[in-house]
């Protein structure tokens, strides 16, 4: 897939520190942004039917009015979500928060942003992968300085469905099973050393150095510093393998290891 931004996309869909998604708006055409969603809901409704949206006008070069955003509150609800709040940026944002009744979240600005409030562009969510695609060549692993600085969290039991582990500003190695609906996330790399069911989120705030390595791949989501990949996105020749997840130049890549 080619790593150019692909501007005919109207949202940009990313998934946040705690598994909520971050709908950075590009394009405000209402329908085309509920089109696009509803997509997603029904590629992968056990993720994203009912889940809580975090709605982000940074990308904007003008702040919609009230009508206009309580039009996408509402379209994006009957595409099958629920928009929570809006990501901070701007007075004319909180005055926005103000107007259609909905909460700011600081927190998702630095998914985008760099240090001095620029504006970073980040490739779109991927489409539907080839099953019979190559498998990009895996990179050698990153050197130590690139790893959290941190020690690392170990979490010895299986995680199971609806629980949720967090390792803050470290990697996290999982000596069991994630199940089917569980979650672990890590600021750094992730090392699961038995089957991934559930999801997983490396990097969580931000961080494109972190990995993810499993023993035996069936992940619901994969998620390196927001950019997600989705088992319906994932070739069949790798689940059940050894894999490892990485970014290649804001292009998430999953590759067998054996």
């Known amino acids: 897939m080619s790593s150019a931004i692909d501007y005919e996309q109207a949202g940009e869909l990313k998934i946040g520190q705690v598994g909520i998604a971050n709908l950075r708006v590009r394009t405000l055409d209402v329908a085309q942004l509920a089109a696009e969603m509803r997509d997603r809901v029904q590629r992968a409704p056990k993720l994203f039917e009912r889940a809580a949206v975090i709605l982000d006008f940074g990308g904007l070069t003008k702040t919609p009015d009230a009508a206009t955003a309580r039009k996408l509150v509402e379209g994006l609800r ?6 929570v709040a809006l990501a901070y940026g701007t007075r004319e944002i909180e005055e926005l928060s103000v107007a259609i009744g909905l909460p700011l979240l600081a927190k998702f600005r630095a998914q985008y942003e760099r240090t001095g409030d620029a504006p970073v562009e980040q ?6 992968v080839a099953a019979k695609a190559a498998a990009p060549e895996p990179p050698p692993a990153p050197a130590a300085s690139q790893q959290a600085s941190a020690p690392g969290m170990m979490q010895a039991s299986p995680v ?12 996290l190695t999982v000596l069991a099973t994630v199940g089917a609906g ?7 790399s992730i090392h699961i050393y038995g089957a991934l069911r559930g999801r997983a989120l490396a990097g969580a705030q931000g961080n494109e150095k972190a990995r993810i390595f ?3 791949f ?11 990949k989705v088992l319906e996105d994932i070739p069949k020749d790798l689940r059940g393998k050894a894999v490892q997840v990485w970014l290649d130049q804001g292009q998430l890549r999953i590759a067998a290891l054996d």
């Open 78 to 83: 009957e595409a099958g979500v629920l928009p």
């Open 123 to 128: 490739a779109p969510p991927p489409q539907r």
């Open 160 to 171: 199971r469905s609806g629980q949720q582990v967090y390792a803050e500003n470290s990697d």
């Open 182 to 188: 569980a979650e672990v996330i890590a600021d750094g």
């Open 214 to 216: 499993c023993r035996e």
């Open 218 to 228: 069936h992940a619901e989501l994969v998620a390196v510093a927001g950019h997600y």
